[in-house]
């Protein structure tokens, strides 16, 4: 099948006009964190979940309520405590005692962006309601199912699973954020402008810069954007090389317990056409692949005790994979 580069071209020009209106009116609040920024912006183009870590106090929160204003979209906030129920996400059935009759009320799963804030402080019962919700983006109370609104978005903030009070997300819940960014701390000049900007007494309004209508083309855009079957197989490779590295001439079998999944492979593919999108063209590259290879396997590729003991990160390893893997 031909495809029409230039057409598509000028079509990603056309429907990301938004994006640098979109990252000026970011930057009216936030100082730095530009990758967690893009980083955000491709995941909800892609309709994705994201996982943030990082310590507290590195502007996680605001940064999610500042792009959601940004976007236009509904905005919902939960704290995650240690007794959090269920139900408090989903919603629960109610007893009218009047008319002897249940009546349903949602929780605030139902929203358009949802920031699950330190998830990691709520126990596993509660971080696995999220589940059905964040795969099949619908919600169960009692005997009734509901569709969540589109876009449904999850944003969940994670301090480092070493701090006091904390529990491991389950494996099979983390797979499902389709981006996990690790926060670092802002440079010295951008904790200057940070100290500056918050003591000054002044506020930044944050605009609406896109519209519901703009964000649907984009994303149908994006699903036109080309990328060679070479990029594909590229893509496939990185992948494999997780789960079977001697394959590729790499000897780090022993470090790793699991490879990432084939869901890895198609979110490699969806946020790579994302950035394409973010950068204005109409086709994938290598580079685009590498750029959102770190942030969608750091958290799919699980490693094994021996590994811990040489202090090898998944960060390690992904490096290690992307050395090697021939690129096309």
């Known amino acids: 099948m031909s495809v029409d580069i230039q057409a598509v071209n000028e079509m990603v020009r056309e429907k990301s006009a938004f994006v640098e209106n979109l990252f000026m009116e970011t930057r009216?609040?936030?100082?730095?964190?530009?990758?967690?920024?893009?980083?955000?912006?491709m995941a909800f183009l892609c309709d994705g979940h994201i996982l943030l870590e990082g310590v507290p106090g590195l502007a996680k929160t605001l940064s999610v309520h500042t792009l959601a204003s940004a976007m236009n979209l509904g905005f919902k906030r939960i704290q995650f405590t240690p007794d959090l129920l269920p139900a408090d996400l989903t919603g629960s059935e109610i007893y009218n005692a009047k008319d002897a009759t249940?009546?349903?009320?949602?929780?605030?799963?139902?929203?358009?962006?949802?920031?699950?804030?330190?998830i990691n402080r709520a126990p596993a019962k509660v971080q696995s309601a999220l589940l059905e919700s964040m795969q099949e983006r619908q919600v169960t109370i009692g005997s009734e199912?509901?569709?969540?609104?589109d876009p449904f978005i999850v944003l969940a903030t994670q301090n480092p699973i070493e701090q006091e009070g904390t529990y491991p997300l389950p494996e099979a819940q983390v797979d499902r954020f389709m981006l996990k960014i690790k926060v670092e701390y802002p440079t010295k000049e951008e904790e200057t402008e940070i100290v500056k900007r918050n003591t000054s007494g002044m506020r930044a309004e944050i605009r609406a810069v896109v519209t519901a209508d703009e964000l649907s083309a984009a994303k149908q855009v994006i699903d036109q954007i080309y990328i060679d079957d070479r990029v594909?197989?590229?893509?496939?490779?990185?992948?494999?090389?997780?789960?079977?590295?001697e394959d590729f001439g790499l000897d780090i079998g022993r470090l790793i317990e699991y490879g990432a999944?084939?869901?890895?492979?198609?979110?490699?593919?969806?946020?790579?056409?994302?950035?394409?999108?973010?950068?204005?063209?109409?086709?994938?590259?290598?580079?685009?692949?590498?750029?959102?290879?770190?942030?969608?396997?750091?958290?799919?590729?699980?490693?094994?005790?021996?590994?811990?003991?040489?202090?090898?990160?998944?960060?390690?390893?992904?490096?290690?994979?992307?050395?090697?893997?021939?690129?096309?």
């Open 28 to 41: 009216k609040v936030i100082v730095g964190q530009n990758s967690m920024i893009e980083g955000m912006l």
């Open 102 to 118: 249940f009546s349903i009320r949602k929780g605030p799963l139902f929203g358009n962006i949802i920031l699950a804030d330190e």
């Open 145 to 149: 199912t509901f569709k969540l609104p």
């Open 232 to 245: 594909v197989e590229y893509i496939v490779n990185v992948v494999h090389a997780s789960r079977r590295p």
């Open 261 to 328: 999944s084939p869901r890895a492979s198609i979110y490699l593919t969806r946020l790579a056409k994302a950035r394409a999108f973010l950068s204005h063209r109409g086709y994938v590259t290598p580079d685009d692949v590498k750029n959102v290879g770190p942030a969608t396997l750091r958290h799919r590729i699980i490693t094994t005790y021996e590994a811990e003991a040489e202090n090898v990160t998944s960060e390690d390893l992904i490096a290690r994979i992307f050395d090697t893997v021939e690129v096309p």
